[in-house]
């Protein structure tokens, strides 16, 4: 295509100034080969957020000087005297993760829970009955609700959102799972809704206009057309939100609690790995075994939810080509 | 275009359970307004006496129980500028490589593709330890052996780290838009550049990136936006509890809304007393982030419907 047109512009200039065409192809070369390296810096940085993340953590598993105060046995593996417990600053430091991932579990869940009904619903709304004028407005709005920083959501949740939860829910304390599942909420949504909202739109029309012209129902042509063909990019979407909640760091600090308890019940304060990491980082001494593990934290929190995004990606690309969509 | 029959144009009465599907997804949808009225009308409502010339232009005082919050603007537009002078140049290439220059089948337009999806999902927490593991630990604590005999210049939290941080960050942002952008500016436009004698890199110059500048200032305005209102990745990589100066170099620490307010909120002895101040903060952090927001999405919607005009 515009490869065969560039050839052209060397032979036209080459009667009138024979230097400048070849002072043309170099600076072309040059400026090529700036934007391909300048373009590379994304892959340099996926590079390095997994080299330095990692060399801090792989202390963990092989240093005998960390292994005096931790193992990695004794990251998962309950103390005789303590059970599962997080305690890394005290005489006998406790580091078992369990605590922390199963708070993050906790919250994700909540989140989930919400989120997903409400944004795959909105998604199903705003793609198939709203009228064309509300659309124009609804999608930009909760566009705006992902663009609200997370601080400010936790902190919301922090105020608000604890005070109605206690008092619908008549939980003991004030900050716990609930709390904080409810403000990830905040967040998850709009990411599950503009990739639900994708996939319903990626259904081609003559799906539609043959259901109804078969004689089914708005609800029919939804339910059994509609849907299933978009269901592979609404788990996308939900798998995508799921690593949205995993990662979240200030609104779980600020309204979960932060305390690393190991229990099922959702009205008790809870410690994810994020808030960990940020709560605990600062104080640390850098190079101790502490230091280490939360530098393990994140390797662990990086890994999975790169799993979950390469998953993510990879049904919204298969469902893409299947609709023959972009 | 397909000659497709809209689907509003096949009327069917609707019975019972198409009103009840339409009336629980329109429920849905409701909430979900209501969940962004809710926080903007709560902050709003409870920061709006704050505001004042004073809280803006003063620094905190009395333990930051009193005063205003002016170093932690400053702290955060510079912070905010810094980046992107990284990021968007950065963005911008990216996405011209990706759209301009690589060949349809290209494997490194693929990896590089890969690795900006991968980048956008990586959690902020964990820019947060790169920042300290990399820049900080690694090249500042470099730069100090090489250059300042040992002693801790640049292998320290800086603004410098952390702009870079957050420009590592905003980076996919940046890329999407662009490339969106670029995406739409009519095959034409090039093939007539081309025609007249202009080389590909003149015709990217000069009339494809003009031509996209609505979506790359779009991703621009996100890109701030999005770094104005992290807290996670600078916690360690430069934000400072209270600073008595503004920072001047970029080895300097700084102060930040949205650090002020995790810090207000969970340092604070006293809540009470510091609640109205940390509702003002907020308010000001959402002001500064809303605002270009709604300036982005404004900017798209007219570029958007420019477009599909052209076409």
């Known amino acids: 295509m515009a490869s065969t047109t560039t050839t052209a512009v060397p032979a036209m200039s080459r009667p009138s100034r024979p230097g400048l065409a070849r002072r043309i192809r170099w600076t072309e070369r040059i400026a090529e080969g700036l934007v391909l390296l300048v373009s590379l810096v994304s892959i340099?940085?996926?590079l390095l957020i997994l080299i330095f993340v990692g060399k801090e953590a792989l202390p963990v598993l092989f240093s005998?000087?960390?292994?005096?105060?931790?193992?990695?046995?004794?990251?998962?593996?309950?103390?005789?005297?303590?059970?599962?417990?997080?305690?890394?600053?005290?005489?006998?430091?406790?580091?078992?993760?369990?605590?922390?991932?199963?708070?993050t579990l906790k919250v994700t869940l909540v989140a989930l829970f919400v989120s997903v009904p409400l944004s795959v619903g909105a998604a199903v709304y705003v793609c198939e009955f709203a009228p064309r004028a509300a659309r124009e407005y609804i999608k930009p709005a909760?566009?705006?609700?992902?663009?609200?920083?997370?601080?400010?959501?936790?902190?919301?949740?922090?105020?608000?959102?604890?005070t109605w939860v206690q008092r619908v829910f008549?939980?003991?304390?004030?900050?716990?799972?609930?709390?904080?599942?409810?403000?990830?909420?905040?967040?998850?949504?709009?990411?599950?809704?503009?990739?639900?909202?994708?996939?319903?739109?990626?259904?081609?029309?003559?799906?539609?206009?043959?259901?109804?012209?078969?004689?089914?129902?708005?609800?029919?042509?939804?339910?059994?057309?509609?849907?299933?063909?978009?269901a592979p990019g609404i788990a996308a979407a939900i798998v995508l939100g799921f690593g949205r909640a995993i990662g979240e760091t200030m609104i779980v600090v600020l309204a979960s609690g932060n305390a690393a308890l190991l229990d099922a019940d959702l009205g008790h304060s809870i410690r994810t790995v994020t808030a960990t990491i940020a709560q605990e980082l600062g104080e640390v001494v850098v190079g101790s075994a502490h230091y280490h593990v939360l530098f393990a934290l994140g390797a662990l929190l990086f890994l999975s939810t790169l799993g979950v995004n390469v998953v993510g990606e990879r049904i919204v690309f298969r469902m893409r080509r299947r609709m023959g969509g972009p | 275009m397909t000659i497709a029959v809209k689907t509003g144009q096949i009327r069917r009465r609707p019975n019972v359970a198409d009103r009840t599907l339409i009336g629980l997804t329109g429920l849905a949808t409701l909430i979900i307004l209501a969940m962004l009225a809710v926080v903007l009308g709560d902050v709003i409502i409870g920061g709006w006496s704050v505001l004042s010339w004073h809280f803006l232009s003063e620094a905190p005082r009395d333990g930051m129980t009193k005063g205003g919050i002016f170093p932690a603007i400053f702290g955060t537009v510079a912070l905010t500028l810094l980046m992107t002078i990284v990021a968007v140049p950065a963005g911008?290439?990216?996405?011209?490589?990706?759209?301009?220059?690589?060949?349809?089948?290209?494997?490194?337009?693929?990896?590089?593709?890969?690795?900006?999806?991968?980048?956008?999902?990586?959690?902020?927490?964990?820019?947060g330890l790169f920042g300290l593991g990399f820049f900080i630990a690694t090249v500042g604590h470099g730069i100090d052996?090489?250059?300042?005999?040992?002693?801790?210049?640049?292998?320290?939290?800086?603004?410098?780290?952390?702009?870079?941080?957050?420009?590592?960050?905003?980076?996919?942002?940046?890329?999407?838009?662009?490339?969106?952008?670029?995406?739409?500016?009519?095959?034409?436009?090039?093939?007539?550049?081309?025609?007249?004698?202009?080389?590909?890199?003149?015709?990217?110059?000069?009339?494809?990136?003009?031509?996209?500048?609505?979506?790359i200032m779009t991703g621009g305005i996100l890109a701030v936006s999005r770094g104005a209102g992290e807290v996670a990745p600078i916690m360690f990589t430069g934000a400072a509890y209270f600073l008595p100066y503004l920072p001047t170099h970029l080895n300097d620490q700084f102060m930040n809304l949205g650090y002020h307010v995790y810090v207000l909120a969970t340092q604070s002895p006293d809540v009470d007393r510091t609640k109205p101040l940390l509702y003002g903060t907020v308010l000001v952090l959402l002001l500064l982030t809303f605002m270009l927001n709604i300036v982005a999405v404004v900017v798209r919607a007219r570029f958007r419907k420019r477009m599909a005009a052209a076409r």
């Open chain 2, 92 to 127: 911008v290439a990216t996405a011209v490589y990706l759209s301009e220059y690589a060949p349809a089948d290209s494997r490194l337009a693929r990896v590089i593709r890969i690795c900006i999806a991968n980048l956008a999902g990586v959690p902020s927490i964990v820019f």
């Open chain 1, 170 to 230: 008549g939980v003991e304390h004030r900050l716990n799972a609930l709390v904080a599942g409810f403000g990830l909420a905040f967040a998850v949504c709009p990411v599950i809704f503009s990739v639900s909202e994708d996939a319903l739109r990626a259904v081609p029309d003559s799906y539609r206009t043959a259901a109804l012209a078969l004689g089914s129902t708005r609800s029919q042509t939804l339910l059994r057309v509609i849907l299933p063909a978009a």
């Open chain 1, 64 to 103: 005998p000087e960390v292994h005096r105060e931790v193992t990695p046995g004794a990251m998962v593996l309950p103390y005789a005297d303590a059970g599962y417990m997080w305690q890394p600053v005290s005489d006998v430091p406790k580091y078992n993760i369990l605590p922390l991932f199963v708070g």
């Open chain 1, 44 to 46: 340099l940085s996926v």
């Open chain 1, 142 to 162: 909760i566009e705006l609700l992902a663009g609200i920083p997370s601080v400010v959501i936790g902190f919301f949740a922090l105020i608000v959102l604890a």
């Open chain 2, 145 to 215: 052996t090489v250059a300042y005999g040992g002693q801790p210049t640049y292998g320290k939290p800086s603004l410098i780290w952390a702009a870079l941080t957050l420009a590592i960050l905003t980076l996919p942002v940046v890329v999407v838009s662009t490339e969106e952008a670029l995406k739409s500016v009519p095959r034409e436009l090039r093939d007539g550049s081309l025609a007249l004698g202009a080389t590909k890199f003149q015709t990217i110059l000069r009339v494809v990136l003009p031509q996209a500048l609505g979506g």
